[in-house]
């Protein structure tokens, strides 16, 4: 064999499996991004139409019903905002696997108090590469902690110096980053 092509070949696999990883965390960040924003399309990309999704008593079933109860659930609370950390992926040609951990802060009012809901969590899910695209196939997510804190605003109310962010796509990143922030070549 030819040592050129040997190793011509061995780039392409590794760029192969690069982009793979990429556009996986893309998506999982994607997915953070559309709860946090209420973006029910951009949420509804990150799933294959077959898609099903295990989030235990809350919800199980398909992905295209979840969209639903995600919106009802996040658009109830004052705000939210889910940070995605590690991501390990473990890709198999036009399968893989991933763990996510992501931290999320939910104000919401309780008994007329504004508390504020922490989680520390991990997404476990499963995608799958089709037509050039990789999407969730499978979704579930283990609880790791949670905190329930009550919360004074003042701050950010009286606070006038920066933009706030909004619960939609008249948020200030659409405008630096676009609608389609999940976009895969």
């Known amino acids: 064999m030819d040592p050129a092509a040997d190793e011509l070949l061995n780039l392409r696999r590794e760029l ?3 982009r793979g990883h990429e556009h996986i965390r893309t998506c999982v960040c994607a997915y953070a991004r559309a709860l946090d924003r ?5 949420l509804a990309r990150q799933f294959w139409p077959d ?20 919106m009802r659930f ?3 609370m004052r705000d939210t905002h889910h940070l995605v950390g590690n991501v390990l992926v473990s890709l198999e040609g036009a399968r893989a696997s991933a763990e ?3 931290q999320a802060s939910h104000v919401l009012l309780q008994d007329g108090e504004r508390v504020q809901l922490l989680v520390g969590a991990r997404y476990l899910d ?4 089709r ?3 990789w999407r969730l196939s499978y979704r579930t997510e283990v609880l790791d902690w949670g905190r329930w804190l009550p919360v004074s605003e003042r701050w950010f109310e009286e606070n006038r110096e920066m933009p706030k ?6 948020d200030l990143s659409y405008r630096f980053l676009g609608a389609r922030t999940d976009a895969q070549p």
């Open 16 to 18: 192969e499996q690069l």
């Open 38 to 42: 209420l973006d029910r399309e951009l």
């Open 51 to 70: 898609a099903t999704v295990d989030y235990g008593t809350f919800f199980q079933g398909p992905a295209r019903e979840f969209i639903d109860v995600a």
């Open 74 to 76: 996040q658009g109830s």
């Open 100 to 102: 996510s951990y992501v």
């Open 126 to 129: 499963r995608f799958e590469l």
């Open 131 to 133: 037509g050039g695209e």
């Open 165 to 170: 962010g909004l619960r939609s796509r008249a």
